[in-house]
């Protein structure tokens, strides 16, 4: 009797044979043992790489955000900044409006017109930006001479008591 | 190709014919699980070297900046200690910030420093650096930048007991100054003749006039790069005038003008408004006060009036702005000070006040406020041969007891210290044209010191000058700057 070989490899067995052709593989044993291996190991690759794409996102994020912390400090410090100088130059100059800028480098600061309150001299604010980061602080003036005096020293989302320019 | 015969045996062999394909599969999934245990393993330390360096660069940033909080403290005690160079700060014994060697070391290998420089007069650029080495791979430097100022320091006010004259200005041809506002190193005298503004340098006393058209002038205020004059054009009373180049004013283009119903007498500037009063006492439709937004430094947008029209006889002579308030000097016997609240729809006065400490008859001819401190000056009586002045201190939107003085000639121009010691006072006398008398107890320390104006001339106005601790006295024919007596002391410029 002549046979005939099946291949092995395949995934479709057939369940009977035809006449003139021999089972020459195990039905069942190592075809599907290495396919229920590799099919682990394409499930296990996957949820390992998921985890370590998230980690190196992760990784990521806290580098962008420790930028954006530094960013965001350097934007106070061009703001504080601002207002020094904006505070600087109400003291020698009587008539001094405000509305000046002032640029570094790795950012910018901007001293809007001077504002007013009840009961105070003068209303600062100062916007500093730094990349991304923009930081805006609003400084109550009672007094500027003979000491300056803050009544208050306020971070503020928008500023309220200085006139847009 | 033949194949070969095999006998059929009852088990089958897989060894033999299986075993090449299922090592091959072995091979290739272990060889895959490496691959991803390989990629998952160096993404992993990957992501965890990100976030120790995220870490890292956090740190490093409040590193730099508790550096620049020292600095700014040190600032706080001595502007001066604020040497430039590179500096470490660290705590001192005693608990206070102080310059240690040229780099401060952190535990776990954090160093900063802090370079000191100076890029414009009054104003130090600190510059702080902090850099981290943790290994080969973690390592790195960032830099906070932050600008500083004096001004924490306190401006002094010298002792006024005593007088000295420090320059004169007396032009070529006859003027009749009235008026006086400053503007950085520059004050802008404004004259009854032509030409109308004189400019005069404070720091080297250069002067320079300019000719507003040919017209006079009677009141003058400035605020930023912008001068509000007040000229004898009929059509156009109110002019601003753009002072970008301190020393040549020149008209805004387009020109900006106002023509005010009525004769305005005085300007005052409170923040972004600008008020106006006048002598309309014999226009009953006319308003005594007016305001003007000037947020636009091209514009002037008219906001408010008041009306004192229900009381025929009172103008307004002067005014002063403080807070809320607007403080109004009534030519009038009966009543000498109306107070405005500015944040009312109009500037009606909401009180009116009759200041009659010496039986008077006395009409007030100018007001002025500082700090808490409010100065209202009057007219020479003719009956009673007095001029009062009265000091009053507002207290939560109310006033005191007026205190009061006997100045020498009707007061036409007052003035005060921020510090609330005294009061300057321009009379239109020859004697005495300025005055300086002590607030703190007007009865009893009464007149310190005073001045005659030479040549003879009356007192028109008197501005003091707290950024340089000045006395500017503007008399009909000429102006003089005057500092206190004694040690210089150390003023804010």
């Known amino acids: 009797m002549r046979l005939s070989l099946l291949p092995c490899a395949g995934l479709h067995q057939p369940k009977t044979l035809r006449p003139g052709f021999a089972r020459l593989c195990p039905a069942t044993t190592g075809l599907r043992h290495g396919f229920v291996f590799l099919l682990s190991v394409l499930a296990v690759g996957v949820i390992a790489a998921a985890t370590a794409a998230s980690l190196l996102l992760l990784g990521g994020a806290a580098e962008s955000t420790s930028y954006t912390v530094e960013q965001s400090m350097q934007a106070m410090e061009f703001a504080r900044s601002c207002v020094e100088r904006g505070l600087q130059d109400a003291r020698s100059d009587m008539a001094f409006a405000g509305d000046r800028s002032y640029s570094w480098p790795r950012g910018s600061c901007r001293l809007l017109q001077i504002g007013t309150a009840t009961d105070s001299e003068d209303v600062f604010c100062a916007e500093g930006r730094s990349g991304l980061a923009v930081r805006r602080l609003e400084v109550e003036v009672a007094t500027l001479y003979p000491d300056v005096k803050i009544r208050s020293w306020n971070e503020v989302k928008t500023f309220t008591r200085c006139p847009a320019t | 190709m033949a194949f070969p015969h095999f006998h059929h045996r009852s088990r089958p062999i897989p060894h033999r014919c299986g075993g090449g394909f299922l090592l091959v599969e072995v091979m290739m999934g272990v060889a895959l699980f490496a691959i991803f245990l390989l990629a998952a393993g160096l993404v992993l330390m990957n992501g965890q070297e990100g976030t120790e360096t995220a870490g890292d660069r956090v740190r490093a940033t409040f590193l730099a900046e508790r550096s620049l909080e020292a600095v700014r403290d040190l600032r706080s005690v001595s502007f001066s200690s604020l040497g430039d160079g590179q500096h470490g700060v660290q705590l001192g014994v005693l608990g206070k910030w102080e310059f240690s060697g040229n780099e401060t070391d952190a535990l776990e290998g954090y160093r900063t420093n802090v370079t000191i420089s100076t890029p414009g007069t009054g104003v130090k650029r600190v510059v702080a650096q902090t850099k981290w080495k943790h290994g080969v791979a973690r390592s790195g430097s960032l830099l906070l930048t932050t600008d500083l100022t004096d001004w924490r320091s306190t401006c002094d006010v010298g002792n006024w007991a005593s007088l000295t004259e420090e320059w004169r200005y007396v032009p070529v041809a006859g003027s009749s100054f009235n008026d006086i506002a400053v503007v950085e190193d520059r004050a802008y005298v404004v004259s009854g003749a032509v030409p109308a503004l004189h400019i005069l340098n404070l720091s080297t006393y250069a002067t320079a006039t300019y000719d507003i058209g040919g017209l006079t002038a009677t009141a003058v205020a400035a605020k930023g790069k912008r001068l509000y004059v007040l000229t004898s054009d009929a059509a156009a009373e109110l002019r601003v005038l753009n002072i970008e180049n301190l020393s040549s004013p020149i008209p805004l283009n387009p020109p900006v003008s106002v023509d005010i119903a009525g004769t305005p007498t005085s300007l005052a500037i409170r923040g972004n408004e600008l008020y106006v009063g006048l002598t309309n006492s014999n226009e009953t439709l006319q308003p005594e006060i007016l305001s ?173 000058d707290p950024v340089r601790d000045r006395a500017y006295l503007v008399t009909s024919t000429h102006v003089v700057v005057l500092r206190p007596g004694g040690v210089p002391t150390r003023p804010c410029d």
């Open chain 2, 292 to 464: 003007f937004d000037i947020s636009d430094s091209g514009a002037l947008v008219p906001l408010k009036v008041g009306h004192l029209a229900p009381l025929l006889g009172f103008d307004v002579k002067g005014i002063a702005v403080r807070g809320t308030g607007a403080y109004l000097a009534l030519y009038s016997g009966t009543m000498e000070l109306g107070i405005s609240d500015t944040t009312h729809a109009t500037l009606n006065p909401n009180s009116i006040h009759n200041l009659t400490a010496w039986g008077g008859d006395e009409k007030a001819l100018s007001v002025a406020t500082s700090g808490t401190g409010l100065l209202i000056g009057c007219e020479k009586n003719t009956a009673t041969s007095q001029s009062p002045e009265w000091y009053i201190e507002i207290v939560n939107g109310g006033i005191s007891t007026p205190l009061s003085h006997l100045g020498s000639g009707s007061i036409t121009g007052v003035s005060l210290d921020p510090q609330g010691q005294y009061a300057f006072l321009a009379a239109a006398s020859g004697r005495k044209a300025l005055q300086v008398v002590s607030i703190a107890n007007f009865s009893a320390a009464g007149e310190l010191a005073f001045f005659n104006a030479t040549p003879p001339a009356i007192g028109r106005d008197v501005l003091y």
